[in-house]
């Protein structure tokens, strides 16, 4: 079946430094990606829709020059989180559509830890 | 806006007891529901769906029925086994298709 490739799992980083997330559809095209942020115990909010060669649109409340979504091609999609903080902390998963039948597969998520 | 309220777990049952897992939604329009379940280690996958009111979704023993009337899409299964101990997590997407409002996820554990 389809996969969403996401990358990394986990990672761990100081505080004020910048990390970049991958979201890779492997065996399809996604004209369409979004990013999603899971807080213990709460629900995945949605963070920001991006479309293949245009600017992400992100949700009220989320910082776009905080996450930075570049989705260059249809199957990469990047979110970076610049100058990461403690708050940043949390599990980050990525959902990308395919283009032909509109399904919607997930990638694994990615655990953020800024110390 | 468009919500998502879903049972709190962790949920314990042993092999073949019945579950329910409570849904309900608030939502502008005609919204699609789905069920997610997201097994150790793996990503989220879906279960089910139902694009329309009175829809049934099924999959793998689960079923869901679109109940515009109770706002409500409750997942069940008749006898749950070990390997559908998981986390599940009840969805909705905007009739526009372009957003996914997720509930909190219910932690299901089944002891044999």
Known sequence: GAVVSQHPSRVICKSGTSVKIECRSLDFQATTMFWYRQFPKKSLMLMATSNEGSKATYEQGVEKDKFLINHASLTLSTLTVTSAHPEDSSFYICSARDKNNEKLFFGSGTQLSVL | ?112
Request: proline share 4%.
């Open chain 2, 1 to 112: 806006g468009n919500s998502v309220t879903q049972m709190e777990g962790p949920v314990t049952l042993s092999e073949e007891a019945f579950l329910t897992i409570n849904c309900t939604y608030t939502a502008t329009g005609y919204p699609s529901l789905f069920w997610y379940v997201q097994y150790p280690g793996e990503g989220l996958q879906l279960l089910l769906k139902a694009t329309k009111a009175d829809d049934k979704g099924s999959n793998k023993g689960f079923e869901a029925t679109y109940r515009k009337e109770t706002t409500s899409f409750h997942l069940e299964k008749g006898s749950v086994q070990v390997s559908d101990s998981a986390v599940y997590f009840c969805a909705l997407s905007s009739n526009t298709g372009n957003q996914f409002y997720f509930g909190t996820g219910t932690s299901l554990t089944v002891i044999p």
